[in-house]
């Protein structure tokens, strides 16, 4: 899917499983419940006082609480009521004697999930259990794919991946989309910089004004003055009318400067002014026009090492490091590699015509043995000239054979059936878009395997629901 700043919370029920907390001052009830769902093959960890278990829990955590109505320090209503505060979803069972029926009933409408009345059987505990755990694993996967739609779906640019630095970039993208603050995007070239750019733009509250990109690094010395701040006729030579700088066009917007490392010291002066003031001059005047922007800001070097080597102004950029996103390279994301491929396949096909041709194992497994020096970029292009091409096109990344070849003979069996497995299940995922009562079907995998499958090679299935 895309490219693409989240949590992962989809689970299966055998992970929650491990996740079940119980908490009652009587130690022997707590031994009877251990035993229970040890056996049962449930993971079971005992409190004996609510203190203990709360300060554990947080929100969207992959698990379900157990507590007894009636303890000393706290009893269990206030557990229920403090647990709701955290996360209104989580599912919270009562451990009530004969006599709190009535108690019990109230806590069902006040939102307790179930409660479960002593003595109790082993097995109407379990199954209780059981029941409250697939809740809890579909809230968490519902609430996963609303993360997800929000972050990556819709029109326009999408930030798409599953590894860790990418969700964690998603986060960070999200934090920020409409705070009151320029954007320092730091990153290779090739990488998406100027899609989280876009990004930031279009889920932003300044969606409906201009977005203005402009290379610094593109333009003439000579120009980038005239581009960016405009100027009044007579100005220059060959000023022969007055002219809107990118400033102004993108009055209420964003603008974009990409390669700011290449601006001219010069007139990195006159950009920090602009940054402070929010206002431009231009060219041959002293008016002042008052601009209301984002500045997104966009670089491959360090500029910290570039302002102490004297190439770029050190106020600048602690100006603009207000917030910076770092923007990790393809290699550093190879978990992304095959889904970032088949995200842009699909582009291809559908603006080419032609039919996405299934990648080989040998071909999956040169793009991940791949470096990417081009980042993202590299990866698009070899997607669209595989797809244009078709099978009559050579595609070779440092020759696909060579390199899925020497990768094979250095790897161990069980890394070969896994890279095997992982390919298999991403293949059906993008066959069958995601629906996983398919995938189960023609994989002839239970449910359970399915979930502990995809969880194990961090495959989630929303982002191959295009």
Request: proline share 3%.
């Amino acid at each position: 899917m895309e490219s693409s700043l989240t949590h992962n919370y989809s689970t299966s029920p055998s992970d929650m499983l491990n996740q079940i907390f119980f908490i009652d001052d009587d130690e022997d009830i707590r031994v009877v419940v251990e035993q229970t769902l040890t056996l049962a093959d449930i993971n079971v960890r005992c409190f004996a006082t609510a203190q203990e278990c709360l300060s554990l829990v947080h929100e969207n955590w992959h698990g379900v609480i157990v507590t007894d109505l009636h303890m000393p320090d706290m009893d269990g209503m206030t557990v229920f009521r403090k647990l709701n505060q955290l996360d209104s979803e989580l599912p919270v069972i009562l451990l009530t004697g004969h006599g709190d029926i009535s108690t019990a009933i109230e806590a069902i409408r006040a939102g307790v999930y179930d409660y479960i009345e002593k003595p109790f059987t082993q097995t109407h505990f379990v199954e209780v259990i059981r029941r409250a755990v697939e809740k809890r694993s579909l809230t968490l996967e519902n609430r996963a794919l609303r993360e997800e739609i929000s972050a990556q779906g819709g029109p326009g640019p999408r930030i798409l991946g599953n590894t860790p630095a990418i969700k964690q970039l998603r986060r960070l993208v999200q934090q920020v989309l409409d705070a009151p603050a320029d954007i320092l995007l730091q990153g290779e070239t090739g990488g998406g910089k100027e899609l989280i750019a876009r990004f930031l733009h279009e889920h932003s509250i300044r969606q409906t004004c201009p977005f203005v990109a402009i290379n610094c690094g593109a333009l003439p010395e000579a120009l980038i003055e005239s581009e960016l701040f405009g100027h009044i006729q007579g100005a220059f030579t060959g000023a022969n009318k007055s002219r809107k700088g990118k400033f102004e066009y993108a009055n209420g917007g964003t603008l974009f400067l990409d390669e700011i490392e290449s601006m001219p010291v010069n007139l990195q002066v006159k950009l920090l002014r602009v940054l402070e003031e929010r206002h431009v001059e231009r060219l041959g005047t002293n008016e002042l026009i008052p601009v209301d922007i984002r500045v997104i800001a966009a670089t491959k070097d360090d500029l910290k090492k570039r302002s102490e080597e004297g190439s770029f102004r050190l106020d600048l950029y602690y100006r603009l490091n207000v917030v910076t996103i770092n923007i990790p390279p393809l290699r550093d994301r190879k978990e992304d590699i095959l889904l970032l491929f088949q995200h842009f396949s699909s582009i291809a096909s559908a603006r080419f015509g032609h039919e996405v041709i299934p990648l080989s194992l040998a071909q999956r497994q040169a793009l991940l043995n791949h470096d990417w020096p081009g980042n993202v970029r590299e990866l698009r292009n070899i997607a669209e000239r595989y797809v244009l091409l078709g099978e009559s096109g050579e595609f070779d990344i440092n020759g696909w054979s060579t390199v899925s070849s020497n990768l094979m003979d250095s790897e161990k069996l069980s890394t070969k059936v896994e890279a095997y497995e992982r390919a298999l299940l991403e293949d059906a995922l993008i066959r069958h878009q995601g629906r996983l009562k398919t995938v189960m079907d023609e994989l002839g995998l239970a449910r359970k395997t399915l979930y502990d499958k995809l969880k194990k090679y961090s495959l989630n299935r929303a982002d191959y629901s295009l």
